[in-house]
């Protein structure tokens, strides 16, 4: 329970619902797998909804739960939670409590260049507090929602250890690595790397490199490419899952994507709304 949660909604002894959550980051849960049977009951999935913001509404005054926020990723073209999550962020209309981020996603497959083909002084280095803080300027200014908070990205974020005592504790693997990459010493790119095995790749979501572009201009398609070729190097299979944000930054580049995920981010400090939509 202090990494995984499950939700089963029943009617007459018979599972019509399930929800599972995976706390991914320090104080936030993903939910990885919502389902319903709507041929037995039309309601079964927000009636799982309900129960699960019920238990959440519980949980999250609770130091030792970790969960102020909840967050999923899902398709913009799925009907269901396209429906759900994003009228639930519609329902809010404010994304400092609930939002919704679009990233690119694509593989890459393993290749190693040293050479940055590109004029100016390229570093790249573990992230620093100086780098989040221009990560949170460029984000409030350009979406002003969740997604730092709830992926542990922001300056303010606390050096917790619980979760990866849990994750070991419970025999599975969990590593988060935060990178900056920095042209003539300014960071126009912030590269998240998760890493964890098999039974919890969730959608190839979480084994995955996350790559922030603060700067689409200054950030050429080589230096790119570059810089994930390196870091590629810590997984240990041949094709890596990538997120991209903004989305400009791919279509800017000419690099071709699989699919799109939109990223929702829900804080539970503030769930008044969420019955709101789930009742009506």
């Known amino acids: 329970p202090e990494i995984a949660r499950h939700f089963i909604y029943q009617e007459n002894s018979r599972i019509v619902g399930h929800m599972a959550m995976l706390r991914q980051f320090s104080n936030s849960w993903l939910i990885h797998h919502h389902a319903a049977d709507n041929t037995h009951s039309r309601t079964a999935g927000l009636e799982t909804l309900q129960l699960v913001g019920e238990a959440v509404n519980e949980a999250q005054a609770l130091y030792s739960a970790h969960m102020d926020y909840v967050m999923c990723y899902f398709r913009p073209e799925n009907r269901f939670p ?5 009228g639930v962020a519609n329902h809010y209309d404010d994304p400092s409590l609930c939002s919704l981020d679009t990233f690119d996603y694509f593989h890459y497959r393993k290749e190693f260049d040293l ?14 507090d100086e780098d989040l803080l221009d990560l949170e300027a460029f984000y409030n ?19 917790d250890t619980s979760i990866q005592e849990s994750y070991d504790k419970a025999g599975f693997q969990r590593e988060q690595a ?30 995955a490199i996350t790559v922030i572009v603060l700067d689409s201009k200054a950030l050429p398609r080589e230096a ?12 240990p299979h041949d094709e890596i899952p990538v997120l991209t ?9 000419a690099i071709e994507v699989e699919k799109q995920y939109n ?18």
């Not at 396209?82 to 994003?86: A, L, M, S, T």
């Not at 929602?145 to 974020?157: E, I, N, V």
């Not at 790119?224 to 810590?234: D, E, V």
């Not at 990223?263 to 009506?280: A, G, I, M």
């Open 82 to 86: 396209q429906r759900v999550f994003g």
């Open 115 to 128: 050479k940055w083909r590109d004029d100016g002084a390229w570093k790249l280095t573990q992230a620093q």
């Open 141 to 159: 200014n350009k979406a002003g929602g969740l997604m730092l908070q709830g992926m542990d990205l922001t300056p303010q974020r606390q050096d």
């Open 178 to 207: 935060l990178f900056a990459l920095q042209k003539d010493g300014r960071t126009v790119a912030i590269f998240m790397l998760l890493r964890t095995e098999v039974g919890l790749n969730l959608s190839n979501l979480t084994d």
């Open 224 to 235: 790119f490419f570059t810089a994930i070729s390196m870091l590629a190097a810590k997984y």
């Open 245 to 253: 944000y903004p989305t400009e930054y791919a279509a800017s580049q």
């Open 263 to 280: 990223l929702w981010v829900l804080d539970c400090r503030h769930l008044d709304p969420y019955f709101e939509f789930c009742n009506t």
